[in-house]
């Protein structure tokens, strides 16, 4: 069985979330199972997470949002950016298809580019949506597409409603041209294994104070971290990558082992700390609705709080941990098997 995986470039969580179904499908699949992989995500996520044997073919697949940094948004980029992509995407799902044919896919799951399910079907494939939102629900409050870009949402659009199939992760917005294929799966996440004492143990956590892990992904932030390093009421723990090595330790251990994770609501750093039962610190990332929904939905699963931008910035943290650190646990416990349901789902409709 051959899968074609194409994954969106934008920030690190579609590509960590995708790696964690690629895991998943290596379990559970025929074991000649081949997995292609095409994106312009980083290679060093794929090199320190994903399976050895996937074939990583670096290539423009969208074109996501155009970020300052982790909480600011160029929307007028976002849509030039867009309107190059759209203008001639007919010739790259034609381009697309014929590398389908070539590898001689089974399958094509996507995660979320409107390319991938296009190209699936000029290609007569099969097509699996794996995502919790899809671009068109992003594009949609930004004016700038109506000026710069008239032409992408339609083909959007019309790519997204190509798809076999749509598994739709918690806290999700958009999937309206896959409403008939859409079925809801729970949260894929990467998991901590690890004894959390012996990461602490590990990484000279120390234990008279909350350890605080400052997580602002792909884009990074310009926060006081010298200033944050000396604050007497929390330790700060930096996602030092080498470290992790040394100890041969992943991200998810480090967000298992602190008490807090500073961030912008995205789903990546969500899901793991639902999953790691590790407290947010979140801030708010610009006109981005998916963050809408975070902010509605994270209480119910996630022990959460709102520092607004000017605090994060200025360092003015620690009232903010304290009071997160008193909040009561939530009242629900999802399913976090999200990756074991979606591999069946692709291994189903390949053999059709």
Known sequence: MIVAFYISGHGLGHASRAIELMHALASTAPGDTRIVVRTSAPRWIFDRTAPSSIDLQPIEVDTGIVQIDSIRIDEAETARQAARFYRDFDRRVEDEAAVLREVGADVVVGDIPPLAFAAAARAELPSVAVSNFTWDWIYSVYDSFEREAPHAMPAIQRAYSCASLALRLPMHGGFEPMTTVTRDIPFIVRRSTRDRRDTRRRLRIADDRPAVLPSFGA???????????????????????????????????????????????????????????????????????????????????LRCRYIGQNDLLAGRWADAIDALLEQHAPVERPSIDGAAVAARYVIQLARR
């Not at 929390?234 to 992943?250: C, I, K, T, W, Y």
């Open 219 to 301: 884009y990074g932030l310009d926060l006081p971290y010298d200033e944050l390093a000396r604050s007497d009421r929390f330790g700060m723990v930096r996602g030092d990558f080498a470290q992790l090595d040394e100890h041969d330790l992943h991200y998810q251990d480090l967000v298992a082992a602190v008490d807090v994770v500073v961030s912008k609501p995205g789903y990546g750093i969500v899901s793991e700390s639902v999953a790691n039962e590790t407290a947010l610190l979140y801030t708010s990332r610009g006109r981005f609705v998916e963050y809408d929904v975070f902010a509605r939905e994270m209480p119910r699963v």
